[in-house]
Nanobody
Framework: QLQLVESGGGLVQPGGSLRLSCAAS????????IGWFRQAPGKEREGVSC????????AYADSVKGRFPISRDNAKNTVYLQMNSPLPDDTAFYYC?????????????????????WGQGTQVTVSS
C-alpha cells in the first residue's frame, strides 16, 4: 500500500525546535513533490511548505518562511520539516502529502487537491 507516516511531533516550548519526518512506504519518493500541511482546532487545513522531487525547489507559507525549512533525503525515502523557534500559533496537527508529479503545484505548493497520498498526521503543541 502507498503510505506516508509522520513522526516527530510533540510538546515544544517557544524558542525550542522540532524536526518532523515524513517517511514513505510502498513507493519511492524520487519523482514525488512533497507538501506539509497543518490544521489547528476549528480551522481549515492550510499549506505549510512544499519541496520538489529533487529538492531543488521549495515553497513556503508566509507564516513559516525563514523558520521551518523543508528538506528531503530520497535515499532514506523521507522528507523533513525543521521547526525552529515555533510559536503558539504553530500549534496544529501536521500532515505530509505526496504528489505524483516532480514539481510543486501552483499556489506555492498549497493546492491540496494536487496531492495523491496523505499521512495520518502528527500533533505539534507549542506551549510554555
Amino acid at each position: 500500500q502507498l503510505q506516508l507516516v509522520e513522526s516527530g511531533g510533540g510538546l515544544v516550548q517557544p524558542g525550542g525546535s522540532l524536526r518532523l519526518s515524513c517517511a514513505a512506504s510502498g513507493f519511492r519518493l524520487h519523482y514525488y513533490a512533497i507538501g506539509w500541511f497543518r490544521q489547528a482546532p476549528g480551522k481549515e487545513r492550510e499549506g505549510v511548505s512544499c519541496i520538489s522531487s529533487g529538492g531543488t525547489n521549495t515553497a513556503y507559507a508566509d507564516s513559516v518562511k525563514g523558520r521551518f525549512p523543508i528538506s528531503r533525503d530520497n535515499a532514506k525515502n523521507t522528507v523533513y520539516l525543521q521547526m525552529n523557534s515555533p510559536l503558539p500559533d504553530d500549534t496544529a496537527f501536521y500532515y505530509c502529502a505526496a504528489r505524483s508529479v516532480a514539481s510543486c503545484p501552483g499556489s506555492r505548493g498549497m493546492q491540496q487537491s494536487a496531492y495523491d497520498v496523505w499521512g495520518q498526521g502528527t500533533q505539534v503543541t507549542v506551549s510554555s
